[in-house]
């Protein structure tokens, strides 16, 4: 994963209120709807909250999110076991309230992610927040139990690349699962489906292909037949659970 950059606002009534989160239940996707902005600027952004005059008649603008994710860069604006304001509102949806309790900003990280001049999400970002999503589940005690805000409290379109293309988010959980279990989600749900030639979406014969791949090129199975099978998309199941085993176990021989 690329380096996390701390930039931690200051603690302020607008953007960072110095509160602990209640407990870790979840994490909601956003973004950042200002196509071209990079992560720092949005970091710097919530900080700048901090500057509002609370003595004005208007109404003070409440927002914050813990990590801002680009291309190239992860900000964090505030620590992940505190609450920032990502994804308060005044109604909340049943499944947000069931799983994440009567007030999520309480138990839950958010993550923001830049968008492309185009409003797209660009892959690099994408595996990005993969990763950050990741580190947050195996390093940081976060269930992997997702949320878009648009799940939380039902009205906003956030993250609308990914309201747009319901697809993206479902890769997105997929990914982060392949990565927290690899090669286990390769699962069927019949026994006699071994004998089936798997059927995967393209990146997932990609990361299949890579990992026979760097098995060949280990000499830990030498026939290439094997990686004939996986790029002309032919394996079975049986034959991967079979190759899987063979894999780990010579390599745990060789290690
Ligand atoms: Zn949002």
């Known amino acids: 994963m690329i380096q996390i950059t701390k930039d931690y606002i200051p603690v302020n009534k607008y953007s960072r209120a110095g509160l602990k989160l209640k407990a870790k ?6 973004y950042t709807a200002s196509p071209g902005a990079p992560a720092k600027n949005i970091s710097k952004y919530f900080a700048s909250l901090a500057q509002q ?17 680009d291309r190239t860069s992860i900000y ?24 994440l309790e009567t007030y999520p900003n309480n138990s839950t990280v958010g993550i923001e992610m830049c968008i492309e001049k185009d409003g797209s999400i ?18 940081r005690g976060f269930p992997p139990v997702f949320f878009t805000h648009k799940e ?39 026994d006699d489906d071994m004998n089936t030639v798997l059927n995967y979406a393209q990146w ?20 290439w037949a094997w990686v004939e099978k996986v790029r ?24």
């Open 232 to 255: 002309k998309k032919k394996l079975t199941y049986g034959e991967l659970l079979l190759l899987k085993v063979l894999i780990d176990e010579r390599r745990r021989k060789k290690s």
């Open 76 to 99: 964090n604006s505030l620590p992940d076991d505190e609450l920032a304001y990502h994804c308060g509102s005044a109604t909340y949806t049943k499944e947000a309230i069931a799983k």
């Open 204 to 223: 997932a014969w990609n990361e299949l292909d890579q990992y026979i791949g760097d098995a060949y090129n280990d000499k830990v199975i030498e026939d």
């Open 53 to 69: 005059d609370s003595n004005k008649a208007v109404k003070g603008r409440y927002a914050s999110a813990h990590f801002s994710v």
């Open 152 to 190: 939380v409290v039902g009205w906003k379109e956030c993250p609308l690349p990914w309201i747009k293309q319901p697809g993206e988010y479902e890769r997105f959980k997929q990914a982060v699962h392949i990565k927290l279990n690899p090669l286990q989600e390769i699962a069927v749900t019949e």
């Open 25 to 30: 239940r979840g994490i909601v996707m956003h």
């Open 122 to 139: 660009h892959e690099d970002t994408f595996n990005n927040v993969v990763d950050l999503a990741v580190y947050l589940i195996r390093e």
